[in-house]
């Protein structure tokens, strides 16, 4: 018997060390596409989505944040997961700070030069296209 303790004891030993191991080391962060400042954005129209990867409501936009880019290939859409990367959760802090924004959530999308986040896969489907095109008609 004291065998059999010593094996589930080592055993033991060493999940733990491999479960601290797995969370413990840094996760490589998804690449982050090239993220354009207001100079380079005069005459187009930029849209920030921002998602999580293992979001239920991200996953039912997602469908139709696609085909809005595809049928605007005018538009500039920067599909930024914000939950495992840095980088990304950075600047959707840094725009919805600059928006006054005190809750945020995702899904989310900020439409540069509209003043008003859309937050939720109702919210997203129901005016994004309508802010597009009004941000459309300003840069005309």
């Given at each position: 018997m004291d065998n059999t303790l010593k094996i589930v004891a080592g055993l033991f030993t060493v999940v733990l060390l491999v479960c601290v191991l797995f969370f413990a080391?840094?996760?490589?962060?998804?690449?982050?596409?090239?993220?354009?400042?207001?100079?380079?954005?005069?005459?187009?129209?930029?849209?920030?989505?921002?998602?999580?990867?293992?979001?239920?409501?991200?996953?039912?936009?997602?469908?139709?944040?696609?085909?809005?880019?595809?049928?605007?290939p005018e538009v500039n859409f920067q599909i930024l997961e914000t939950w495992h990367n840095e980088t990304n959760n950075a600047l959707s802090k840094l725009l919805n700070q600059k928006l006054a924004i005190q809750n945020p959530g995702v899904p989310e999308v900020i439409v540069v030069g509209n003043n008003t986040p859309l937050i939720g896969d109702r919210n997203i489907p129901e005016y994004l296209e309508v802010v597009i095109l009004e941000q459309l008609k300003k840069k005309q």
């Open positions: 080391l840094p996760k490589e962060p998804a690449p982050t596409p090239l993220l354009l400042t207001d100079s380079s954005v005069q005459g187009n129209v930029t849209v920030f989505f921002f998602y999580g990867e293992e979001c239920p409501h991200c996953h039912n936009v997602m469908p139709f944040i696609h085909n809005l880019s595809k049928k605007y």
